[in-house]
């Protein structure tokens, strides 16, 4: 990067952390996209004289409200109520809702402004958006969740639309809470829409929608492997995270024929030398889906693992890293480890797993990486084909939804080979990854004027 182009960043960054004080993930996240397209602004100036960049970290909208809701005791509690609407350029908003008690305004933001990039290199007609909540649903009963839920969404209705806004899941948010959302959402509005993704089987969503993300994941990784000739193949992966991510990110590395061998959770991993079977992964299916337990168990029923209490997976021995948990759980300590582990390829289920200082590491040993905009788009891609299957009023079969996240992943891995491959021939996936979902954002915003 020439010097002028270094002080475009420096002061592009320099008045965002001004403007927008104390949002660290949202600055770490911000600067990782400009620091990879200033080079390319710099060839197209008009993009420079519309001001795109200043334009595309300004959210359209952000909407924050008061969730007050009753636990099962009578007493009342309230929570925070986000949705950010980042950009809406190419499509309706588009993106997960968290529930997690870390849930802040930074955290909300740096996921909305991801997005807005990934939703771009899915070549799905879809914006930005991102929302959450910082209620826990953990220890909570169904009961409670549902009141949450439906308290939550009797603010949001009114900012939401299959033409205009469609959330999902995330964090916190699975099969039972996009449940108790949509419910709400159709008493209030009283009309059946696709408004919500990641909806029941029997009510509107699409086949491999919870598959998706993990699966999709997976797919990136082959084509990753593919360009040093390489697959899963007896391979071994490590695995952060036990949710609806991490359980089919194993699930399907496992049926491409490698060997995960850990799973964790907020309070620490499990490492099973003998690897992952179907059956292992059916236990911890049950285990955090329906039993909603902590991953600490699996021990009990499978005591060739152990538990490591408060730690992360990272020293583990490997050949691949799949994060799946959440955001910065790959530190330069634990880059460190995986790097003295062996670990040569590192593809990222979560939002922004990895810390920049690691990311760094791993580029510089010429490792494999992907940024989870990239690797994880399999997600909010089968999303769009969810709200595509409702708008034509059909349902496709899972070998249908398979083949297009298939095509979409490669596609995806494709245009970060094109924009991110080096001089030495060394594929930048985070370079290749922003420039790919910048363009298509820049020209509708410059196409469509300054709104
Ligand atoms: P889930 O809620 O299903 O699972 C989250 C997992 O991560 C749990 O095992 C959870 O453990 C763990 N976790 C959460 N917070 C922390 C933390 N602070 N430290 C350590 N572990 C933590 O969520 P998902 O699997 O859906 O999401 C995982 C990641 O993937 C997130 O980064 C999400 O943004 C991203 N993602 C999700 C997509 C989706 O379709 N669901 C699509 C694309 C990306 P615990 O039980 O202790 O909380
Ligand atoms: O981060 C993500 O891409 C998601 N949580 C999925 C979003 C979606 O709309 O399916």
Known sequence: MDNFTKKYVESFMAELIAKNPGEKEFHQAVREVVESIAPYIMAYPHLLDQKIMERMVEPERVILFRVPWVDD???????????????????????GIRFHSSVNLSIMKFLAFEQTFKNSLTTLPMGGGKGGSDFSPR?????EVMRFCQSFMTE????????????????????????????????????????????????????????????GACY??????????????????????????????????????AKVVTFSDSNGFVYDPEGMTEEKIAFVKNLKNVRRGR???YVNQYPQAQYFEGQRPWGIPCDIAMPCATQNEIELADAEKLVAGGCWCVTEGANMPTTPEAIALFQSKKMLYSPGKASNAGGVATSGLEMTQNSIRQRWTSEEVDQHLHTIMSDIHAA????????????????G???????????????????
């Not at 009342?76 to 309706?92: D, E, L, T």
């Not at 220890?139 to 009961?143: L, R």
């Not at 909806?199 to 993990?214: F, I």
């Not at 970060?416 to 370079?431: R, S």
Request: aromatic share 10%; glycine share 16%.
């Open 73 to 95: 005791k009578g007493e009342i509690h309230v929570n925070k109520g986000y949705r950010v609407q980042m950009n809406s350029a190419i499509g309706p908003y588009k993106g």
């Open 416 to 431: 970060c080979v094109k924009y991110g491959t080096e001089e030495d021939g060394y594929i930048n996936y985070v370079k």
């Open 295 to 297: 991953i600490k168990e």
């Open 433 to 451: 990854a922003n420039i790919a979902g910048f363009i298509k954002v820049a020209n509708a915003m410059v196409e469509q004027g300054l709104v």
């Open 220 to 257: 990136f990784a082959q084509d990753m492997l593919a360009t040093r000739g390489e697959s899963f193949e007896g391979k071994t992966v490590l695995i952060s995270g036990s949710g609806n991510v991490a359980q089919y990110a194993a699930e399907k590395a496992m049926r491409l024929g």
């Open 156 to 215: 949001l209705q009114r900012h939401i639309g299959p033409d205009t806004d469609v959330p999902a899941g995330d964090i916190g948010v699975g099969g039972r809470e996009v449940g108790y959302l949509f419910g709400q959402y159709k008493r209030i509005r009283d009309e059946w829409t696709g408004t919500l993704t990641g909806k029941g089987q029997c009510w509107g969503g699409s086949l491999l929608r919870p598959e998706a993300t993990g699966y």
């Open 139 to 143: 220890g909570k009963s169904d009961n």
